[in-house]
């Protein structure tokens, strides 16, 4: 008897210290929690700092993932269409959100580091169309000094898939 009273006193004293503490809710919409560093969010495809794209559809990051959320295919460049500095370019780059465990493995093999998790952690959507995230959903808006894809370039003027960027000085 006098245990369960004992039991019941400490439950009550832990409800009664809970009841002056400050709440630790967040408004969410309007207040956005900070992530940690190594958070590992909503995939990027990113740019060159002269517009051209970084992934080359060598489709390293579709190998890497395991569960085969990433399609890659590649098409050939030309010069007349140039969208990355290699010989080809991801022509159609998805990856399928509600396979995707977010590990990170595509940022890892990625060579050209064209795919990058960012801090986005707000992914919703109403049905399983819009949990594939296309090229055009991934990349990255155009840098200010750049231009758009694609664009025409001197013949010969790319001939490496990773090209030694000028510092901007």
């Not at 006098?2 to 409800?15: H, R, V």
């Not at 098409?75 to 969208?83: F, H, K, L, T």
């Not at 990170?104 to 594939?132: K, M, Q, V």
């Amino acid at each position: 008897m006098f245990e369960t009273f004992a039991a019941l006193a400490q439950g009550m004293a832990t409800s009664f210290k809970h009841l002056f503490m400050k709440p630790v809710t967040i408004q969410y919409p309007e207040e956005k929690r900070q992530v940690h560093e190594r958070f590992k969010g909503r995939h990027v495809l990113n740019r060159y700092d002269n517009g051209l794209e970084k992934c080359i559809g060598c489709a390293l990051c579709a190998a890497a993932c395991p569960a085969d959320a990433i399609f890659v295919e590649a098409a050939e460049n030309s010069d007349d269409e140039r969208y990355s500095p290699g010989e080809r370019f991801a022509s159609t780059y998805e990856i399928n959100l509600l396979r995707c465990i977010f590990c990170g493995y595509c940022e890892d093999a990625c060579p050209t580091e064209a795919i990058t998790l960012e801090h986005n952690y707000e992914l919703s959507f109403y049905d399983r169309e819009g949990a594939i995230y296309t090229k055009d959903m991934l990349i990255v808006d155009v840098p200010v000094n750049g231009r758009s894809t694609p664009q025409p370039v001197e013949p010969g003027a790319f001939n490496r898939a990773i090209p030694e960027m000028e510092d901007p000085k």
